[in-house]
């Protein structure tokens, strides 16, 4: 079975800093990769996705991820974070193949804390 | 957007009794839905797929007898807790993905927060 890493579960950055959180998943074949963002008391929204073409992939609120495949990585990037970044990003990989929805295999999130 | 509403938003409950969830898709038809379970700290685990119409699929060492799963209409999918225990106390949470291509999003409710006493 599929697993999602996500090494870092706690940053603090302070605001116009950089990010990076990193995501490695565990599954040889074709997968779909999401990032998910839960902002405090609010449900998880998706940030952007990527199922295939160009591996940099730009989302909503200035995100990006990078797909490396030989590396299994699908890292979230921002370059200058905000004070409403502040919420728990989570990595998701599903299995790619057409057909039915299939599940969401999830990381165990990062919690990031911006300071002003 | 898709919007999902899950309700209620927070539950006590005594030990023994039952509680039911409800996770609806409001402004979409949703052929599958996801119950979830997140505990403090963690990551959502899946406990079962739900496809209208049909039983739902429980993923290993989720029991369907404990955890009921409804989903009697393209926009109802139903969790009930029968039996609950202090163990069950949790924080639940459905998405539903509209139609059944592969290419379809999860859209996540706000999640139910289970404390049994």
């Known amino acids: 079975a599929q697993s999602v890493s996500q090494h870092n579960h706690h940053v603090i950055l302070s605001e116009a800093a950089s990010l990076e959180l990193g995501c490695n998943y565990s599954?040889?074949?074709?997968?779909?990769l999401f990032w998910y963002v839960q902002y405090p008391g609010q449900h998880l929204q998706l940030l952007l996705k990527?199922?295939?073409?160009?591996?940099l992939v730009k989302g909503i609120k200035g995100f990006e991820a990078e797909f490396i495949k030989s590396k299994f990585s699908f890292n979230l990037r921002k370059p200058s974070v905000q004070w409403s970044d502040t919420a728990e990003y989570f990595c998701?990989?599903?299995?790619?193949?057409?057909?039915?929805?299939?599940?969401?295999?999830f990381g165990t999130g990062t919690r990031l804390q911006v300071t002003l | 957007g898709a919007v999902v509403s899950q309700h209620p938003s927070r539950v006590i409950c005594k030990s023994g009794t039952s509680v039911k969830i409800e996770c609806r898709s409001l402004?979409?038809?949703?052929?599958?839905m996801f119950w979830y379970r997140q505990f403090p700290k963690q990551s959502l685990m899946l406990m079962a797929t739900s496809n209208e119409g049909s039983k739902a699929t429980y993923e290993q060492g989720v029991e369907k007898d404990k955890f009921l799963i409804n989903h009697a209409s393209l926009t109802l999918s139903t969790l009930t807790v029968t039996s609950a225990h202090p163990e069950d106390s949790s924080f639940y949470i459905c998405?539903?993905?509209?139609?059944?291509?592969?290419?379809?999003?999860?859209?996540f409710g706000a999640g139910t927060r289970l404390s049994v006493l």
């Open positions: 990527y199922f295939s073409g160009d591996p």
């Open positions: 402004d979409f038809q949703a052929t599958t």
């Open positions: 998405s539903a993905t509209p139609g059944q291509l592969a290419k379809n999003i999860q859209y």
């Open positions: 998701a990989v599903r299995l790619g193949y057409t057909g039915t929805a299939s599940k969401l295999t």
């Open positions: 599954y040889g074949g074709t997968v779909n």
